[in-house]
């Protein structure tokens, strides 16, 4: 199992750009499937974007697609959340988690779902100012 932990989070005005880290700890990173979800206080943790084990494939929600882009770097168990014109409505903590995955691809159905992921990360803060 991987233990995992978020940083870069922060505070940017609206149309602004971030750039989240999540560096992964333990055996075989390259075996995991890796997404960024985030939460607001009082609502459901939503799925944000997912790479595949060898970052050939991703998959983001509709909500920020062409804006955030989702990357890895096996070789330095890592994975990256570019986001740019950030919106007040991407305000959130962002969490990085972590799914073994026996393909070397996204199924968009499990990955979305914050229950087939067995490592989290504490989360990262971001807030967006208008």
């Known amino acids: 199992q991987v233990q995992l932990e978020e940083s870069g989070g922060g505070l940017v005005q609206a149309g602004g750009s971030l750039s989240l880290s999540c560096a992964a700890s333990g055996r075989q990173f390259s075996r995991y499937l890796i997404s960024w979800f985030r939460q607001t206080p009082g609502l459901e943790r939503q799925f944000v974007a997912a790479v595949s084990r060898s970052g050939g494939t991703t998959y983001y929600v509709d909500s920020v697609k062409g804006r955030f882009t989702i990357s890895r770097d096996n070789t330095k168990n890592m994975v990256y959340l570019q986001m740019s014109s950030l919106k007040t409505e991407d305000t959130a903590t962002y969490y990085c988690?972590?799914?073994?995955?026996?393909?070397?691809?996204?199924?968009?159905?499990?990955?979305?779902?914050?229950?087939?992921?067995?490592?989290w990360g504490q989360g990262t803060k971001v807030t967006v100012s208008s």
């Open positions: 988690a972590a799914q073994l995955a026996g393909r070397d691809s996204v199924d968009p159905r499990s990955s979305i779902n914050p229950r087939s992921y067995t490592s």
